[in-house]
């Protein structure tokens, strides 16, 4: 009987050298620091769609409340957080209410809808002449023709720059058109 040489079985139960284990790492390092941009870019894409749902559904519903009630029904910004620097800024949440006498105030008589509370980590500016709040008629019309919400991460992650503008800064914009009627997005720094 002929016994395996010391060679053959030393062969097989070999692990990696120091050498390879850390060009292994070395190798598995660099491409984790590729790959890591694009998924914090995927990250806040996800929280931009997140605030960006969350004003959609708050003006469908108030549009839609408007239109059932027979009434006008207001989205105001709700103020008091102090990240809120700018007065447009509706970060601190908002509500929605009828609006029993159309002076966009919520007054005790005014039936509270809903009411979405602070957004973390997003600046929302409402763009148009209010910069306050919304409002919808009974027909589901709003006053002015065209607002929008521009929705900006605080801490924006950035792709590059093309022909001096930042791409990738998760810039976007909620475009509110004919006369309520119509949401669309605008995607960068393009205006409604």
């Not at 284990?21 to 660099?30: H, I, R, S």
């Not at 790959?35 to 108030?62: C, H, M, N, W």
């Not at 029904?73 to 620097?85: D, I, K, N």
């Not at 023709?145 to 909620?174: E, M, N, Y």
Request: glycine share 10%; proline share 5%; net charge positive.
């Amino acid at each position: 009987m002929n016994k395996p040489t010391s060679s053959l079985r030393n062969a097989g139960s070999r692990g990696l050298s120091l050498i390879e284990m850390m060009v292994a790492v070395t190798v598995l390092g660099t491409l984790v620091a590729l790959a890591a941009p694009s998924f914090a870019r995927i990250g806040e894409r996800y929280k931009v769609d997140s605030v960006q749902a969350d004003l959609v559904t708050a003006l469908q519903s108030a549009r839609a409340e408007a239109v059932n009630q027979g009434r006008t029904v207001t989205l105001r910004r709700l103020a008091g957080c102090p990240e809120a620097t700018h007065p447009a800024d509706w970060r601190c949440g908002w509500e929605s209410f009828i609006d029993r006498n159309r002076n966009r105030t919520r007054d005790p008589d005014d039936t509270l809808l809903s009411n979405h509370g602070p957004v973390r980590g997003h600046q929302i500016l409402l763009e148009g002449p209010r910069d306050d709040s919304l409002a919808y008629s009974a027909l589901g019309r709003s006053d002015v023709a065209t607002q929008g919400l521009r929705i900006t991460p605080d801490r924006s992650t950035t792709a590059g720059t093309t022909a001096g503008t930042t791409v990738g800064t998760g810039l976007r914009r909620l475009c509110i058109e004919f006369g309520g009627t119509r949401l669309r997005v605008v995607e960068g720094s393009h205006p409604c």
